[in-house]
């Protein structure tokens, strides 16, 4: 059960990567997963890649098959990336962009998921409350 939850989680996190780095920079998700090597893609997918793996914490295998791409390849972009983001200002402003409005994104979107959850619970612990109450009126 845990690893359906991850799992879901996992995927709703892709999908908003996915989803606002096309917003902001064009480059669809088949693109980034794709052969394409124009800039604005091959920047596109190492903005996805060094996020999967630095502030997702997904491994470097794992972040690779979920871009199309080899365990190196993500270990190449996580070396690259501080002089690309020192030195390429259109990086630099693609990735703070992208980063930045997928946490702010992700955490509204993770509230409403406990708010949800809450609500599931306090429904549970209602019902469990009634049973209780029917055993003990009936012994």
């Known amino acids: 059960m845990e690893d359906i939850i991850r799992q879901d989680t996992l995927n709703n996190k892709l999908e908003l990567l996915f989803g606002i780095t096309e917003a902001i920079t064009g480059v ?21 890649g060094v ?14 098959k979920l871009i199309g791409r080899d365990h190196s390849t993500i270990v190449y972009y996580g070396k690259q990336f501080e002089g690309n983001f020192e030195y390429d200002k259109e990086f630099q402003d693609i990735y703070t962009t992208i980063s930045d409005t997928f946490w702010h ?4 979107a993770e509230v409403g998921d406990m708010d949800i959850q809450v609500a599931k619970l306090q429904d549970l612990i209602n019902k469990l409350e009634a049973q209780k109450q029917s055993l003990i009126k009936s012994t």
């Open 105 to 108: 994104n992700y955490i509204k």
């Open 28 to 48: 669809t998700e088949q693109n980034i997963k794709g052969p394409l090597r124009f800039r604005d893609i091959a920047v596109a997918r190492n903005v996805v």
């Open 51 to 64: 996020i999967l793996n630095k502030e997702l914490g997904i491994t470097t295998t794992r972040a690779g």
